[in-house]
């Protein structure tokens, strides 16, 4: 229980900045432009809400809604979620949305995703600053790969150089995204350049098989738990994990994600012992662990930056983190990729068991720029749809009608809780089955 609720609170925390923030965005441009802002809301409030506020002389309510999807601006003569179509029956104010040129519209309504953006690039700028930037270098680190890597013609101890010609730098998710996405691999094997072409099912192998592909450590084993499970199985400090179930794991994520779904059942094991295989039966516990630790290889760099370094280098690990998600977008318009999409559930389980800042403002970071991307998707009722339908007024100088923009909300609403349902239905039937 004490875990559901510290990922529960930094799960809250972090939808709260992001919201507020991007929510700042269009009201701050809206102000700029002298456009009316009727409410600010964090979250929404059909119905009533938990609290609100207008300050003397305000023309914006401020509020907490009770629903923690989102939240919201109202801004005066705009067709949006609130749906009020009567005020959109009178006369225009000059200080209505509708009545401001295209161009200042445009802003308005790309305000929150910048906000997004720049909140992202800021918090990596902090991150850098306070803790430094940390990463295992590539071209001098050998890797361990899973069985799908094996097959597609990785050997372990490869140093991975380029992916289609691209240079991999560092060991993160755009460098993995890059080789898994690719069609030939440079890696660097017993001290001489190679490069070959992985197959042309590489990716759909890799996500069916839902297990990481490389990690820098082995399953060497470094030190027994006294009375654990795996000294009870037999296992002693100087083994090599194979295989479990007849699943192989040379790498120690893949290790370790085999564990975690065999939570309180007997396991085989097939171990490599003074160069000779044998096979041992454990028990994992209800935590998926065995009770041992692996050796593992210091291979991580830390550069530190002052003040003024941290900024341009966290934009750079900012747009690192925007190509990955941008690039790993397309995958959501395959089979696997729909069976992975996850809820609100599966985004709170990102966030570790005990609450560290280092960890917490890195995940906030990089949802930040999750929800700025996902605003600029062209679906009506998100951003990127009134920036689509305003780009079309610009280049067409015809202003969609109303009654378009009032049907296509609908549309778009739709979209969105059907993605919303299907999302935490999937987290649901993961939790269960």
């Not at 350049?193 to 839902?210: D, G, R, V």
């Not at 923009?405 to 999302?423: D, K, R, S, T």
């Amino acid at each position: 229980m004490e875990i559901f609720l510290i990922k529960a609170l930094q799960l809250i925390l972090c939808l709260s900045i992001l919201v507020i923030v991007h929510e700042c965005g269009h009201f701050l441009f809206a102000k700029l432009f002298k456009v009316r802002v009727e409410k600010f809301y964090l979250f929404f409030n059909p119905w009533f809400s938990l609290f609100k506020f207008k300050p003397k002389n305000s023309e914006t309510e401020y509020g907490i809604g009770w629903l923690p999807l989102g939240g919201f601006v109202k801004i005066a003569g705009m067709i949006d979620e609130s749906m009020d179509k009567e005020a959109l029956k009178q006369p225009p104010k000059p200080w209505e949305f509708r009545t401001k040129p295209a161009w200042q519209r445009l802003l308005i309504m790309v305000g929150g995703v910048m906000m997004n953006f720049i909140l992202a690039f800021f918090i990596y700028s902090m991150i850098v600053l306070a803790w430094g930037d940390t990463y295992v270098p590539l071209e001098k680190t050998p890797l361990y790969f899973s069985q799908t890597g094996h097959q597609a013609g990785f050997q372990d101890g490869d140093h991975l150089l380029a992916a289609d010609g691209k240079t991999l730098s560092r060991y993160d998710d755009l460098s993995l995204f890059r080789i898994i996405d690719a069609q030939n691999i440079t890696v660097l094997r017993d001290g001489q350049k190679k490069t070959f072409a992985l197959p042309e099912n590489f990716k759909a192998q890799f996500m069916t098989s839902k297990m990481p592909l490389t990690d820098t450590s082995t399953t060497l084993i470094d030190s027994i738990v006294p009375g654990g499970n795996a000294e009870k199985a037999g296992l002693l400090a100087g083994d090599k994990i194979i295989s479990i179930n007849e699943v192989e794991t040379s790498a120690f994520n893949v290790l370790a994600s085999q564990l975690s779904k065999l939570e309180d059942k007997d396991v085989k094991l097939e171990i490599l012992r003074n160069q000779e295989k044998l096979a041992l039966t454990a028990h994992v516990s209800e935590a998926g662990k065995l009770g041992f630790s692996v050796k593992t290889a210091d291979v991580s760099i830390t550069d530190r930056y002052n003040f003024f370094q941290s900024f341009p280098q966290g934009i750079v690990l900012g747009v690192r983190k925007l190509s990955f998600y941008v690039l790993q977008l397309k995958w959501l318009f395959t089979k696997e990729g729909a069976q992975s999409i996850g809820g609100f559930g599966a985004i709170g389980n990102l966030f570790p068991d005990q609450w560290h800042w280092g960890a917490f403002w890195t995940l906030t970071a990089f949802l930040s720029i999750m929800l700025g991307v996902m605003n600029l998707l062209p679906i009506p009722a998100l951003d990127g749809g009134h920036v689509l339908f305003l780009l079309y007024e610009v280049i067409t100088g015809r202003q969609p009608s109303d009654k378009f923009l009032e049907y296509a909300q609908y549309v778009g609403m739709a979209l969105l809780f059907g993605l919303l349902i299907y999302a935490n239905g999937m987290d649901i039937l993961r939790a269960f089955f």
